[in-house]
């Protein structure tokens, strides 16, 4: 073995570098990473790529099929779908990547709390989980609307609040077993505080759970999104997104199929890629597969 090889072997590797090896090599996951990838450079871009103006519309023209100025036809008022669809994609992936942020931040924030206190504390918190899960999350979005109106901040912080319960009963689950550890033992017989433990050595600690479930959620936040729009309670016009597209196209879907066939392409493939690299970092990230 030479020199370097046996250094390496010394070293080892760390948690992190081995699951990104893991990940690599699964060809699906990497798959999914790529697509992502692509259609948040192209929401980015959108303004720059868009082949026309969001708001033009043609009303002489009409819902047409895909041509050659269109590639993916128009709607009923004469406006691309491609540039619609760009546009629309853009608001889907902010709510999947806003509102999974903000169940993230409560969620992480609440199941630590809980976990690593214990005691009363947790049992307290833990049954206000359990009571929200028995509400239909529905009717609290229907509220949130009537009560402060319908807004797309208001869409984002509504779902957020309703995924934040799994999250917290995940990060708590992992906290009860890392909260025993001996480094956390080491890290109180040292003085340190409790929250200085908790945001520095037991949230890191549970990042992998976290991360995995953190990218499974936003193909779950989005679908909550086309489905709240299907319903009219999403994003409204003029504002468009997949879900509303989607909502469009099945009213016409006789008359006008594309209407309906490439939104709910684009939203289906983009589901499936998030949850091939979801999957795929949970493989990698699962310290078992280490000792496969």
């Known amino acids: 073995m030479s020199q370097a090889a046996l250094m390496e072997a010394e070293q080892g590797t760390s948690l992190w570098a081995d699951a990104w090896v893991r990940l690599k090599k699964n060809k699906l996951a990497v798959f999914g990473m790529s697509v992502v990838g692509f259609f948040v450079v192209v929401a980015i871009l959108t303004p720059w790529l868009a082949p026309y103006a969001y708001e033009a519309q043609d009303l002489e023209l009409g819902a047409t099929p895909p041509s050659a100025a269109h590639w993916l036809g128009t709607d009923i008022f004469g406006r691309d779908l491609l540039t619609r669809i760009m546009y629309g994609g853009r608001v889907s992936l902010a709510v999947g990547i806003i509102a999974t942020s903000v169940a993230l931040v409560i969620g992480v924030a609440w199941g630590t709390v809980a976990g690593y206190v214990g005691g009363r504390t947790d049992a307290v918190m833990m049954r206000i989980v359990d009571a929200l899960y028995a509400l239909p999350f529905i009717i609290f979005i229907i509220l949130l609307m009537v009560v402060f109106g319908r807004s797309m901040l208001l869409l984002f912080l509504a779902i957020g609040a309703v995924e934040w319960l799994t999250m917290a009963r995940i990060v708590r689950g992992q906290v009860l077993t890392i909260r025993s550890q001996e480094f956390i033992e080491a890290a109180r017989s040292m003085g340190l505080s409790t929250p200085h433990i908790m945001l520095r050595h037991v949230v890191p600690n549970s990042l992998g759970p976290i991360i995995v479930y953190a990218t499974l959620t936003v193909p779950q936040v ?71």
Not at 240 to 261: F, K, N, Q, R, V
Not at 276 to 291: C, E, H, N, V
Request: net charge negative; no cysteine.
């Open 222 to 292: 989005m679908l909550l999104e086309a489905f709240l729009s299907f319903l009219g309670l999403g994003i409204q016009p003029p504002q468009s997104s997949w879900g509303l597209l989607i909502s469009y196209g099945a009213e016409t879907m006789e008359d006008y199929p594309w209407l309906l066939i490439f939104p709910g392409l684009a939203l289906s493939i983009t589901l499936f890629a998030l949850n091939f690299m979801g999957d795929g970092l949970r493989d990698a990230l699962d310290p078992k597969a280490s000792k496969d």
